[in-house]
């Protein structure tokens, strides 16, 4: 045991292990700003608001609310509120040291919010995402010109005759690749989220298997996203759909905001 801890400790940093640190997630467009933010500019400042005439307990009681530092996106949201969870995996931060690519322990973590624009700004934010959805409709496809026009690389290769039938049975016996047996591929979280809230314009309430063959994405996947995003109706008239939360929903039924 002395041996491994000897080889662990020379190859991991633990003087910050102690350290507390918040875990916060952000929409796309913030990380996107932050990256080409300036490091000698503060990014953010976050504002402590303290209820004394709730209990303690209360998670009304304390709201924490960030306001960014400036942003040359537009219409992008320049305050956000962070919704603090308390029942989290214990996690720890970890960063590579420049020194010999040791491993070096940054904190561990204390709180995780989750980042959301403030009802103030939720109107701002709908542009960004129309736009967003705008762009990602958008297909770039690319012409190649052949330069024998003779269709020469176009004829069947030596041993390729005779390989598919042209026989009627054996046609009907082909049976076509179902849609459920193809491998989805996963579009980017941010891209997704755009499409998402414009499927949600077209009609309020969707079914997953609507979703899954409109989106093309894998059923899990979308699950996730729709968590976040929508609310499941387990009765009623909108029963086994899923529709957009009461915080979103500004977002999409006021298309002429813009």
């Given at each position: 045991m002395e041996e491994e801890n000897g080889s662990s400790s020379s190859n991991l940093e633990t003087l910050k292990a102690e350290r507390s640190v918040w875990l916060m997630k952000c929409p796309l467009v913030v990380a996107k700003s932050w990256q080409n933010h300036p490091p000698s500019q503060p990014l953010a400042k976050v504002v402590l608001s303290?209820?004394?005439?709730?209990?303690?307990?209360?998670?009304?009681?304390?709201?924490?609310?960030?306001?960014?530092?400036?942003?040359?996106?537009?219409?992008?949201?320049?305050?956000?509120?962070l919704n603090m969870f308390k029942d989290f995996v214990p996690m720890c931060v970890l960063s590579e040291t420049s020194q010999g690519g040791k491993v070096g322990m940054?904190?561990?973590?204390?709180?995780?919010?989750?980042?959301?624009?403030?009802?103030?700004?939720?109107?701002?934010?709908?542009?960004?995402?129309?736009?967003r959805t705008n762009k990602s409709m958008i297909k770039n496809r690319q012409i190649q010109v052949i330069d024998n026009d003779r269709g020469v690389l176009m004829r069947p290769m030596p041993g390729m005759i005779g390989l598919v039938s042209s026989n009627s049975k054996d046609k009907k016996k082909t049976q076509p690749v179902k849609q459920s047996d193809t491998k989805r591929t996963r579009r980017d979280r941010g891209e997704l989220e755009d499409i998402m809230f414009k499927l949600f314009e077209r009609q309020p309430n969707w079914a997953l298997k609507q979703l899954v063959q409109e989106t093309d994405q894998p059923a899990q996947f979308l699950k996730e996203i729709l968590n976040e995003l929508c609310v499941y109706n387990k009765r009623g008239a909108n029963q086994g759909t899923y529709e957009l939360k009461p915080e979103y929903k500004k977002t999409v039924e006021d298309p002429g905001a813009e």
């Open positions: 303290l209820d004394p005439l709730h209990p303690e307990d209360d998670p009304s009681a304390i709201q924490f609310t960030m306001e960014m530092a400036g942003s040359e996106a537009v219409n992008m949201p320049k305050t956000y509120s940054e904190g561990k973590v204390e709180h995780k919010f989750d980042m959301k624009p403030h009802g103030e700004n939720i109107e701002e934010y709908g542009k960004l995402c129309r736009e």
